[in-house]
């Protein structure tokens, strides 16, 4: 059967409408339990910092969540086409990068839970985060749900567009700023164009030689990592003087496990690099907890810094839940996981990305995937979008979402799936409706258990 008969087929057995429909399980686990488990595979002394984040609004919470959402998702119905998945598809983890041609992209920047999966997942967690973050930033329901709707479309659309193109021609789409902008900023109002404007222009300012002015000093005539705690705290802080030798040692190993997963032509460029300095860094909201270390390099001397951010890849979310749609791909670790994830979902990638898996200073095995801390890195901020500005927004990461399933994916069955109305649009936006609703109480659930000191939390840092 045709892959185009393959998805009409199984919209017979998966009516579109069933999309909309979501109701928690009655042995749904209890989300602050969910959360609790995790927090045992991190960093107690961060922990709190990642409770405190969460707490700040349902948005946050949701950012968080990944973990919630991968046993909701589970049940619910899906057409049977398999896609690499980002596995957190939400607003915040869509961005600008610089490719290595110097180009400003725009792309998925997550993929700490990648995995092969239903599409449909990915898809109502992105629906989702766009419900909550318009809830969050006061948008009525009627309109929400248009919003909702768009995202949705802007999916739909571009897969139809991509089940349109040759193979060739759908690996080498990506969205490029520079001729998407113009394109964008005809819809913004004169104030977003020029806030569109600048931060596009910050983002460029966001590289190696920024990063290093803002993260390191020259100290004892050696440039170093300057001390933030707790969100940066050098290595050399965190153990006794004793150790230091060891811990240069030990570094020194892992950056040589990591090089050996880089292509030939980038391990040349990576050893025209020294160590220097490692130091301990809290990221994001999901992952805080997660070992990730920032490691200072120093090229043709200490005006010629390299930062790398090398971070820990636990087991993805999604894996209890994926067993039944064939089987994974295989690797030999979870930080080739992350990486051969992000090679088939970005359209261009970090020079410098690769990985690496060794004894921690625990003694335990533990597995990292490395990339530059900044190259033209920017995010958008979802709370602060007026409702054309989130449409709009909502509806670009659709098309970038379309874009990374259609590479991996049988685009040609998921486009003839879905269809071309608005059936999908509007039954996912229906179900983002009901799962912000549960979003929200379990937040709630999450600053009771707070409130009673069920969870540790600290200020929000």
């Known amino acids: 059967m045709a892959s185009g008969e393959l998805g009409r087929a199984a919209r017979d057995r998966v009516p579109l409408s069933g999309h909309a429909d979501w109701l928690p399980a009655d042995d749904r686990p209890d989300p602050v339990a969910v959360l609790a488990a995790q927090a045992q595979t991190r960093v107690a002394d961060l922990v709190p910092i990642r409770y405190a984040r969460m707490l700040m609004s349902p948005f946050a919470f949701f950012r968080g ?6 046993a909701d998702l589970a049940g619910t119905p899906t057409s049977g086409v398999v896609t690499q998945l980002c596995g957190d598809a939400h607003l915040s983890n869509f961005g600008a990068f610089g490719s290595p041609e110097r180009h400003l992209v725009f ?13 449909e997942w990915d898809v ?12 969050g930033n006061g948008v009525g329901r009627g309109e929400r749900g248009d919003i909702v709707a768009a995202a949705v479309g802007g999916y739909r659309q571009a897969m139809a567009a991509f089940a349109e193109m040759g193979e ?5 789409a990506h969205a490029d700023l520079a ?10 109002s004169a104030a977003r164009r020029r806030r569109s404007s600048r931060a596009q222009a910050t983002v460029r300012t966001h590289d190696h030689t920024q990063s290093a002015a803002k993260l390191t000093a020259v100290v004892d005539g050696r440039r170093r990592i300057v001390a933030d705690p707790p ?26 496990h990591y090089r050996r997963s880089l292509p030939a032509e980038r391990r040349y460029l990576f050893d025209a690099f020294e160590f220097v300095d490692v130091a301990r860094e809290v990221v994001g909201v999901g992952g805080v907890g997660t070992r990730c270390w920032v490691v200072l390099m120093r090229g043709r001397d200490d005006n010629d810094p390299l930062l790398l951010q090398v971070k820990e ?7 209890p839940y994926v067993a039944d749609f064939g089987p994974l791909l295989r690797h030999r670790h979870d930080g080739q996981r992350v990486v051969a994830g992000q090679h088939l979902m970005q359209a261009v990638g970090d020079i410098f990305l690769g990985w690496h898996s060794a004894d921690g ?11 530059q801390l900044r190259d033209w890195k920017g995010a958008a901020v979802p709370e602060e979008m007026d409702p054309p500005t989130l449409r709009l927004y909502g509806e670009l990461c659709g098309w970038t979402l379309a874009r990374a399933h259609a590479r991996t994916g049988d685009r040609f069955a998921i486009a003839a799936y879905i269809g071309d109305d608005e059936t999908f649009d509007l039954a996912l936006a229906e179900f983002a409706e009901r799962y912000a609703d549960r979003t929200e109480r379990d937040h709630a659930q999450l600053a009771e258990a707070a409130r009673r000191g069920s969870v540790p939390s600290m200020a929000a840092t």
């Open 168 to 172: 060739l021609a759908v690996w080498y």
């Open 107 to 119: 792309d998925i920047n997550d993929f700490d839970e990648t995995t092969p999966g239903p599409w």
């Open 179 to 188: 001729e998407l902008g113009p394109l964008l900023a005809a819809q913004l």
């Open 65 to 70: 969540a990944a973990a919630i959402m991968a």
């Open 231 to 256: 969100l940066i705290v050098p290595l050399r802080d965190l153990l006794p003087d004793a150790d230091r030798g060891r811990i240069v040692d030990h570094v020194r190993e892992l950056m040589e």
């Open 361 to 371: 200073f625990d003694g335990r095995r533990r597995d990292f995937y490395v990339r």
């Open 124 to 135: 109502k967690r992105l629906a989702t985060s766009v419900a909550v973050a318009a809830r």
């Open 313 to 319: 890849a636990q087991p993805s979310v999604l894996v």
